[in-house]
């Protein structure tokens, strides 16, 4: 079992930054792939940034590229989003998710482990 915590979250003007950590519990973290995803009211779950176990492969939605880089330092079993040039459509809980198996890093379906969320909020 993998218990995951965000942190971070919280009111920033459009044009500003935030940084989100994401705490797991597991002594084998690095074997995880890690993900984060965000859920505005009234949508769905949306995938943002995945990050391979090794942290050598990352991948982005494309709404947020070029504006945010998730990273990992697995000693320390956390990963990162650091989130650039914010605007207020970036409004919504972040979640950190896990997951043991390969396969698609933008299928939600395929993580295994979540948080509970971080809510991020830009306003204009």
């Known amino acids: 079992q993998v218990q995951v915590v965000e942190s971070g979250g919280g009111v920033v003007q459009a044009g500003g930054s935030l940084r989100l950590s994401c705490a797991a519990s597991a002594r084998t973290f690095s074997n995880y792939p890690m993900a984060w995803f965000r859920q505005a009211p009234g949508k769905e779950r949306e995938f943002v940034a995945a990050i391979t176990w090794s942290g050598t492969f990352t991948t982005y939605t494309d709404s947020v590229k070029g504006r945010f880089t998730i990273s990992r330092d697995n000693a320390k079993n956390t990963v990162y989003l650091q989130m650039n040039s914010l605007k207020p459509e970036d409004t919504a809980v972040y979640y950190c998710?896990?997951?043991?198996?390969?396969?698609?890093?933008?299928?939600?379906?395929?993580?295994?482990?979540w948080g509970h969320g971080t809510q991020v909020t830009v306003s204009s």
């Open positions: 998710a896990a997951k043991k198996y390969s396969g698609s890093y933008s299928d939600r379906a395929l993580y295994d482990y």
